[in-house]
């Protein structure tokens, strides 16, 4: 059994409140979600405006289908919202 577990940092420059950042996630994690089997939840930076920490996880039995399915939620995410940018992740096996 193989773990994949993704750290995801995000900017959000539009946001001005944590309102805003809120309605923002909401949408990206919802996205995710029905897009991907995956787990995913804001883990940091919870009082920060215009940043989040977000944690994916998926279970597999093969090292290479868990990697490529948190790379393919990476790059969804760049493209879901114009109003976030991702400027920093890790992917870890276990």
């Not at 998926?58 to 090292?63: A, E, N, P, T």
């Amino acid at each position: 059994m193989i773990i994949g577990i993704c750290t995801l940092q995000l900017r959000l420059p539009a946001s001005h409140s944590l309102k805003d950042k809120r309605q923002v996630l909401r949408s990206l994690i919802a996205h995710v979600r029905h897009d991907f089997n995956v787990s995913i939840a804001e883990v940091d930076e919870l009082s920060a405006w215009q940043s989040a920490t977000l944690g994916l996880a998926c279970v597999s039995s093969d090292r290479d289908y868990a990697h490529g399915l948190l790379t393919k939620v990476v790059e969804a995410i760049s493209s879901y919202r114009l109003d976030s940018e991702v400027y920093d992740y890790r992917i870890e096996l276990v």
